[in-house]
Nanobody, 126 residues
Framework: QVQLVESGGGLVQAGGSLRLSCAAS????????MGWFRQAPGKEREFVAT????????DYADSVKGRFTISRDNAKNTVYLQMNSLKPEDTAVYYC???????????????????WGQGTQVTVSS
C-alpha cells in the first residue's frame, strides 16, 4: 500500500509562486512514476505534470509549460511541484498520484495511477 500526503497549498496573488510537496510511503518509491493532477470547481480532474522514477523524464500540460516544474527526491520519498507565474485559472485542488506498476516510465493518463493523495487547495487571486 502506498500513502501520499500533499502539502504546500495556499492563497497567493497572481504572478506569485508556490511549491507543493508530496510525501510518499513505500519502500520502493524510487520505482514509482509520479504525477500531479488538479481539479477546479465544476470541472473534471486534469493532468498537470508527470515525472519518471529517476527524475530524468518529465511531461507537462500545455497550460503549465514554462511555469511549473516537477521534481523528485528519492532519498526523501518526495515529489515536488514548483509553480511560478501563477494565474487565477490555476486555482484548484492539486493531487499527487503514484504508479508503482512499472508499466510506464511516466504517464499523463489518470487511469494509470493506482494511488492518490487527499489533495491540497491552491487559490490564486487576481
Amino acid at each position: 500500500q502506498v500513502q501520499l500526503v500533499e502539502s504546500g497549498g495556499g492563497l497567493v496573488q497572481a504572478g506569485g509562486s508556490l511549491r507543493l510537496s508530496c510525501a510518499a510511503s513505500g519502500h520502493t518509491f524510487s520505482n514509482y512514476a509520479m504525477g500531479w493532477f488538479r481539479q477546479a470547481p465544476g470541472k473534471e480532474r486534469e493532468f498537470v505534470a508527470t515525472i519518471s522514477w529517476s527524475g530524468g523524464r518529465t511531461d507537462y500540460a500545455d497550460s503549465v509549460k514554462g511555469r511549473f516544474t516537477i521534481s523528485r527526491d528519492n532519498a526523501k520519498n518526495t515529489v515536488y511541484l514548483q509553480m511560478n507565474s501563477l494565474k487565477p485559472e490555476d486555482t484548484a485542488v492539486y493531487y499527487c498520484a503514484a504508479d508503482p506498476s512499472g508499466r510506464y516510465l511516466y504517464t499523463i493518463e489518470e487511469d494509470e495511477y493506482d494511488y492518490w493523495g487527499q489533495g491540497t487547495q491552491v487559490t490564486v487571486s487576481s
